[in-house]
């Protein structure tokens, strides 16, 4: 069950979906939501000292306005929902920030975050990537094109047999028991596909009262993305459910192809477990 969920808010780019979304999931499980905004302190080694200190006190009151303002517009949300919840910010450099919100996402059952949009770059557009790599909890990312509130309605697993996945289902439980359609897609799977193959686990599923319908498609690796949103449009998906492939290097983050294809071209909510 999910009991205790946290949001985390850019502050640099609109986030009433995202709080919405979040207020949601938390109102379909009964659970406590925690609204953390983040907002992140840039560096800048060009400029002298005292000239650096200002430029900060500068950012840090920005930073400190652009957090109160999400906040008081989850707090709005959530009070009109009767939403258990806290609020809270986080303030620092890049990352300092990074690391004591992904300390943050490990006490949580259910992470939500904002998808990051290439066409508007935000000061906090890695920051799904660490929650993703660093919390070891579930992360249900948001599409910035979605207008719309959270629902499960039919849900979309994504399987390869292997252990990214396999956490997703087992993450993804409570929304697959409350689902009224579950889809399982295996892509490109080979005829030998071993003792964890599509129909062994649609039997795994069927076994916990989760009925679940079979799609085996074909798609070259560099379209595989491409292929679960297309079945996700067709089948009319609230969520998909799949393994988060990459890892992180020296503070980078290297996600795996398809897990980047997702995360550039997201149209549904997409609960990642890595």
Known sequence: MLNDIAVFLPVDRPAGSLIDC??????????HLDGIACA??????VVGFEASA??????????LEQAAAVLDQFEITTRRLDIPHDARSTFN???????????MSRL?????????????????????????????????????????????DRVLICWDGKAPAARAVHNAA?????????DVVAINEPEDAGAASLSALIAHLARR?????????TANSSNIHNAILSL???????LIVMGGYGHSRLREFVLGGVTRGMFETLTVPTLFSH
């Open 209 to 217: 009262d989760l009925p679940a319908t079979a799609h085996r498609l």
């Open 54 to 63: 200002v430029v900060m006190a500068a950012q840090y009151d920005t930073g």
């Open 174 to 182: 409570p929304f697959l028991r409350k689902a009224k359609a579950i």
């Open 232 to 238: 996700a449009a067709d089948n009319e998906s609230d």
């Open 40 to 45: 992140y302190q840039a560096i800048n080694p």
């Open 108 to 152: 949580y059952d259910l992470n939500i975050v904002a998808q990051p949009d290439s066409s508007k770059p935000s000061q906090t557009d890695f920051l799904s990537e660490a929650v993703l790599f660093g919390s070891g909890r579930p992360v249900l990312m948001i599409p910035y094109i979605n207008r719309g509130t959270f629902r499960s």
């Open 93 to 103: 450099v890049s990352y300092a920030a990074t690391r004591t919100v992904t300390e």
């Open 22 to 31: 979040a207020a949601a999931v938390a109102g379909l499980f009964e659970a």
